[in-house]
């Protein structure tokens, strides 16, 4: 069965700083990988997926991802963290059949921006 | 397109009563999940429907809960009776293959 795991329950940055999210899947085939987003009393909002392809995918708010099947990792990163980043954010892993999809979370990371 | 809409978006409710949530999911869209956010818990998948028929309900806790599908655009999730441990965010998603779109949820709280 595929798992996901985010090391890091709480992140602290300064507005401007640059910000990694861990994340490390366990999945036996080739992974579909998502990041959602979180806000305080909102529902998830998709950031970015890979499905195949390119390693470092873009998504958006300037955030971007880069699959590394070597580590089962898909770490999120922003060059420069915004105060309205503030959230929590997911990792999750995909499977795909006749039946549809389903996505297995990760605990999630939570993320707050200091001025 | 709307999203995905849920409701009510709160729900306070006494413990005994019954509760039903509703959800309408992206027009297209063939897969429709229900799932339940806690602090202890996290996100938990309750079930999920594809082409309106539930595929998986494993992660219903208990005979309290049902989920119905009666077509493309609608579905609830019913709890009878509730109780307080049922307090929770639940959040309605539907997906047209890969990716899933989530709802706003609905903060339901049992006394």
């Known amino acids: 069965a595929q798992s996901v795991t985010q090391p890091d329950i709480h992140i602290t940055v300064s507005e401007g700083a640059s910000l990694e999210l861990r994340c490390n899947y366990s999945?036996?085939?080739?992974?579909?990988l998502f990041w959602y987003v979180q806000s305080p009393g909102q529902g998830l909002q998709l950031l970015l997926k890979y499905f195949s392809g390119d390693t470092l995918v873009q998504g958006i708010k300037g955030f971007e991802a880069e699959f590394k099947r070597s580590q089962s990792s898909f770490n999120l990163r922003k060059p420069s963290v915004h105060w309205s980043d503030a959230a929590e954010y997911f990792c999750a892993v995909g499977t795909y059949n006749n039946a549809g999809n389903m996505l297995t979370f990760g605990g999630g990371t939570r993320l707050m921006v200091k001025p | 397109d709307a999203g995905v809409i849920q409701s009510p978006r709160h729900e306070v409710t006494e413990m005994g009563q019954e509760v039903t949530l509703r959800c309408k999911p992206i027009?297209?869209?063939?897969?429709l999940f229900w799932y339940r956010q806690t602090m202890m818990r996290g996100l938990e998948l309750l079930i999920y429907?594809?082409?309106?028929?539930?595929?998986?309900d494993s992660g219903m806790p208990e005979d309290r809960f049902s989920a119905k599908m009666p077509n493309a655009s609608f579905s609830t999730l019913k709890i009878q009776p509730s109780e307080p441990r049922d307090s929770a965010v639940y959040f309605c998603?539907?997906?047209?293959?890969?990716?899933?779109?989530f709802g706003p949820g609905t903060r339901l709280t049992v006394t």
């Open positions: 429907f594809n082409n309106n028929v539930p595929i998986d």
């Open positions: 998603a539907s997906s047209p293959r890969s990716e899933q779109y």
């Open positions: 999945y036996g085939a080739t992974p579909y």
């Open positions: 027009s297209g869209h063939n897969s």
